[in-house]
T-cell receptor
């Protein structure tokens, strides 16, 4: 069975500080990977997706960047946090290239920027 | 362009009453349709998906029919429980997935 793990579970960070969030998928080789952001009480906003190691496509940047250093790992980062970065960050994976594949979400990382 | 529009929440119901969450989508292609559910503090999870027009998806007493002519995929449940309280997202996907804004359901005992 596939498992998806996100870290950290929660973060409180200062405006202007750097950020790195991680996501690991086990039990599935070559998954498609996605980052989503969700404002408190808000909808799901897809930020990035990746279909292979080293390749990341931006959907909406929000002054964030993403990287896929390994087949099973997806990293979301920024060098300088803004207040508007607060929210719930979700990593997701899907089994294939087709856009009609089901996406499976991780437990999320809650970020509060002060 | 592609979009999904669903019932604006919160929707507040008493246990045992029926639920309908409207969902309409716009696309020029032939999408797969999804309903996801998100419980507080968790990531969304798939409730069910329907890849073909005029077919019905169902899970945990929830169901929805892919109406291609009306471009709708309304979520229904005959009798809601307090444990159904969550946010429900309608989505469609072609090359990428498009989520609605979510509908918060609050079920009171």
């Amino acid at each position: 069975a596939q498992t998806i793990h996100q870290w950290p579970v929660a973060e409180i960070k200062a405006v202007g500080s750097p950020l790195s969030l991680g996501c690991t998928i086990k039990g599935k080789s070559s998954p498609n990977l996605y980052w989503y952001w969700q404002a408190t009480g808000g909808t799901l906003q897809q930020l990035f997706y990746s279909i292979t190691v080293g390749q990341v496509e931006s959907v909406v940047q929000l002054n964030l960047s993403a990287s896929r250093p390994k087949d099973d790992q997806f990293i979301l980062s920024t060098e300088k946090l803004l207040l508007s970065h607060s929210g719930f960050y979700l990593c997701a994976w899907s089994p294939g290239l087709g856009g009609q594949d089901t996406q499976y979400f991780g437990p999320g990382t809650r970020l509060l920027v002060l | 362009g592609d979009s999904v529009t669903q019932t604006e929440g919160p929707v507040t119901l008493s246990e045992g009453t029926s639920l309908t969450v409207n969902c309409s989508y716009e696309t020029k292609q032939y999408p797969t349709l999804f309903w996801y559910v998100q419980y507080p503090g968790e990531g969304p999870q798939l409730l069910f998906k329907v890849p073909k027009a005029n077919e019905k998806g169902s899970n945990r007493g929830f169901e929805a029919t892919y109406n291609k002519e009306a471009t709708s995929f309304h979520l229904q449940k005959a009798s809601v429980q307090e444990s159904d309280s969550a946010v429900y997202y309608c989505a469609h996907s072609n090359n990428r997935i498009f989520f609605g804004d979510g509908t918060q359901l609050v079920v009171k005992p």
